[in-house]
């Protein structure tokens, strides 16, 4: 499963909607795509779910738009400042939005780290594995990125399952600011650990 990259640089700059719904990776199953804020009403009920506020947290999301306000702030910035960032999680040729999932450059990590969520109804499809094997590949033979972490909730046991799969290992508890509790970090498998 190799994933296709779209032709266009990801730097090309695009006005309108076309920026925003820029096709970035495409799988067996599924299209990759950047968000827009056109998303809003599927990005409502993602951050919504239980699963999400449980295992990811509450981003104060509760109107559509809020949820403008989210895109505008976390996908679309981190495109126009890092030129990668969450991607909507499409199936192929319906179109269905199934979840999100690409890298983030946060504060309080040195390392780029991947990151998904998709609605609770298509879990254990293969779809995440799917997704998140692909912008594995996408970030470090397209990007370059020499390492890709992970952090997870300590109890988010089926993120664990599916950051193994990828080939990332725990390695240990981190906070990402004094006032935040504490997550796990997952490193590459082969690399040496840091202390």
């Known amino acids: 499963m190799s994933p296709e990259t779209q032709k266009t640089p990801i730097g090309r700059q695009m006005s309108g909607e076309a920026a925003e719904t820029t096709r970035i990776l495409t799988t067996n199953r599924l299209v990759l795509r950047r968000l827009g804020t056109h998303d809003a009403e599927f990005i409502l009920d993602l951050l919504n779910q239980p699963s999400f506020l449980r295992f990811i947290g509450d981003r104060g999301v509760r109107t559509l738009e809020q949820a403008r306000q989210f895109i505008l702030e976390g996908p679309l910035a ?9 991607y909507l999680v499409e199936l192929g040729g319906a179109g269905t939005p199934l979840g999100m999932c690409g890298l983030l450059k946060r504060e309080g990590l040195e390392d780029v780290d991947i990151g998904f969520a998709f609605l609770p109804q298509f879990w254990g499809r293969g779809y995440a594995y799917e997704a998140a094997s692909a912008v594995m590949e996408y970030g470090r033979h397209s990007l370059g990125l020499e390492r890709i972490v992970a952090i ?29 509790p504490e997550i796990k970090l997952f490193t590459p498998a082969d690399a040496d650990p840091v202390r």
């Open 152 to 180: 997870a909730s300590p109890d988010n046991e089926r993120s664990f399952h599916l950051l193994r799969k990828l080939g990332l290992r725990y390695e240990r508890l981190i906070r990402l600011a004094a006032d935040q």
């Open 78 to 86: 981190s495109y126009e400042r890092f030129g990668f960032g969450l």
